[in-house]
């Protein structure tokens, strides 16, 4: 994970640089360092804590040429001596550093006992810096590629070399983002810290590494052959990745569905055909994904199996990699993903490729390693996604999965009740967020130990999702499961003390829904229902009720998830959790 902004240029690049590390704070949070160059001098300030702190160091200070980075650990526990930028030994070179380089341990045992170099660090991210003060003769762009040929994993660098007035980056594995502006370069994770400054990027393929100096920018291979590149424009603005007067990004995001939703469809669901995936042959349909983008492809599955009659299966890519997947050409492998950087997706796309599958994403992250390493698919355009807890990309994700429905269907009736049902949605969930008693209900259950969240048929990994949420950001354990496996065993966990969150849409499996809440409530468990309709029996079982609008089918799980990401923010903000940057998380897990 890790966060990386850096600044080439004419402006003090320190206050630019704090304000891109903040944007990138969603990346980790564990420390936070700055180089800065000048005078052929490399200064370095680092913190264990936030970008607060890190600013109240840095006060005063000015450079042309600084970079920064924000740390998610991996290699040595969060501290002052682990937090980047790191130095050589002899103090002329400075890396931040995002990724995992796989043999440091090899390279920095060679270092010390046959060259005598010292380390100060656990990380494994010095070695880098080390590496190119051992190849350093005076072409420090030189020094830099010989390190890249010993270095083996995942990394994107960028080095400064007090003695040169230059900026090095390579990217393999880990994105990097060029911002060009006139006689102006930015280095980032992603373009989101140098926004306000330009729109105009190149983002760094495999194995490409840009140098920066007064002439200007060259992208290269790591041989050192100049590449072309072509200038890209990111399709949102400044906006886009403030607050908007919202407390936290989170509570933003949850509002923003209406339009994200709108987003992903609009342009689509009338030219369905002009979706790109190749679909002649396919026999068989397989989701990779992680976290809340799993449960998503959960939900694609019931509604792809249901309305198309194609076989779905939903991995999670940490496994499916490792396990020697049964994968033939007539699969078409999907990476769900909202950020286009989660490593175990991405390995599970290359796999899939190399053992001749047709691969697809289903990404937010325009640009991004997923998106570039499939080549065709849908994107979400649900704009920058910042809040930890994903809840708008998961919205976004199930419209993906019913446009994709709608491409492998040739039924026009399908598509045309799902076009009209689609264009009604946005206001639909416009009015829930308007009018909810949500928050209240979270104060009734702040202090509960235990949550269980249950659903049926489409709604079951909407639970699971829900519980997830509760989870990841009020540290309150919780378990979503499929209400009809709650008697082979989770209801040995429901007491008087127990809330349990019921999904209770009126469909095909409403009944026994109902007869999941009988079996709590005769256990004295307290009930908050979230359904589409008041009954009697709803009534008579519950303690709290939330009403969402009645929706088609497949449309379910975005207005019942709502209730459910709301429950979660507002639980955790009774309990004063860091909600945007909840303990242990980062936002793109792009290590294994
Ligand atoms: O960017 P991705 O969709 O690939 O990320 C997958 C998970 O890391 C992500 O959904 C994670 O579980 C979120 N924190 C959930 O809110």
């Not at 937090?83 to 990724?99: E, F, L, M, Q, Y």
């Not at 127990?498 to 469909?507: A, L, M, N, Q």
């Amino acid at each position: 994970m890790c966060g990386i902004s850096a600044y080439y240029g004419k402006e003090n690049g320190v206050p630019i640089i704090l304000q891109g590390l903040q944007r990138l704070e969603y990346r980790g949070y564990d420390s936070a360092g700055l180089a800065l160059l000048k005078n052929n001098e490399i200064e370095i300030i680092k913190t264990k804590g936030k970008i607060t702190e890190l600013k109240a160091l840095a006060e005063g200070r000015s450079a042309n040429i600084v970079m920064g980075h924000t740390r998610w650990a991996t290699h040595g526990e969060p501290n002052y001596i682990n937090a980047h930028p790191h130095s050589s030994a002899d103090n002329s070179i400075a890396i931040v550093h995002n990724g995992i380089i796989e043999n440091h341990a090899e390279l920095r045992k060679e270092l010390q006992e046959k060259y005598n170099y010292k380390f100060t660090s656990q990380t494994d991210s010095e070695v880098i810096a080390q590496l190119i003060q051992f190849f350093y003769k005076g072409d420090f762009e030189e020094a830099f590629r010989k390190m890249l040929t010993k270095i083996e994993g995942a990394f994107g660098i960028v080095a400064l070399h007090k003695d040169h007035k230059q900026m090095l980056c390579a990217r393999k594995g880990s994105p990097l983002v060029l911002g060009i502006k006139e006689g102006e370069y930015f280095i980032a994770s992603d373009p989101t810290p140098f926004l306000e400054y330009t729109k105009e990027v190149i983002y760094l393929n495999e194995k490409q590494m840009a140098v920066i100096d007064d002439t200007g920018y060259k992208v290269k291979d790591f041989n050192g052959f100049n590449l072309t590149t072509e200038l890209e424009t990111v399709p949102y603005g400044i906006e886009a990745i403030q607050k908007g007067g919202f407390e936290h990004y989170m509570l933003k995001e949850i509002f923003e569905q209406p339009e994200t939703i709108l987003n992903c469809f609009r342009g689509k669901i009338r030219h369905i055909d002009s979706i790109s995936i190749k679909k002649e042959n396919i026999k068989r349909i397989i989701f990779v994904c992680c976290g809340t983008s799993f449960y998503a492809a959960l939900v694609g599955k019931y509604i792809i199996e249901k309305t198309v009659n194609l076989p779905v299966s939903v991995e999670y890519a940490s496994e499916f990699r490792y396990r020697q997947p049964m994968l033939f050409p007539t699969d078409l492998v999907i990476a769900v993903s909202q950020s286009g950087e989660t490593a175990d997706t991405l390995e599970a796309i290359r796999l899939s490729k190399s053992l001749g599958c047709n691969v697809a994403g289903i990404v937010n992250v325009t640009g991004s390693s997923i998106a570039k390493e499939c080549g065709q698919g849908i994107y979400l355009h649900a704009g920058p996604e910042i809040g930890v807890a994903s809840t708008k990309a998961f919205s976004s994700q199930i419209i993906a999965f019913i446009l994709l429905s709608m491409y492998f269907s040739q039924n026009p009736y399908f598509r045309k009740e799902v076009i009209e049902d689609l264009e009604e949605l946005p206001a639909k969930v416009k009015a829930f967020l308007q009018i909810q008693n949500i928050q209240s209900i979270a104060e009734k259950y702040k202090h509960a130990k235990f949550f269980m969240y249950m659903g049926r048929d489409i709604n079951y990994p909407v639970a699971r999702e829900g519980a997830l949420k509760l989870k990841e950001i009020s540290y309150i354990p919780a378990e979503g499961y499929a209400a009809g496996e709650m008697k082979h065993g989770p209801i040995a966990l429901i007491d008087e003390n127990t809330p349990s969150v019921f999904i209770v849409t009126k469909d095909s499996v409403y009944e026994k829904v109902i007869s999941n809440m009988e079996e709590v409530k005769c256990r004295k468990g307290k009930i908050i229902c979230i359904c589409d309709e008041i009954t009697e029996e709803i009534e008579r079982l519950t303690n709290d009720i939330i009403l969402v609008p009645k929706v088609r089918w497949e449309l379910t799980p975005i207005i019942n998830v709502l209730p459910l990401q709301l429950l979660a923010y507002y639980i955790a903000k009774a309990n004063g959790r860091e909600i945007d940057q909840p303990r242990n998380l980062a936002k793109a897990v792009t290590v294994e």
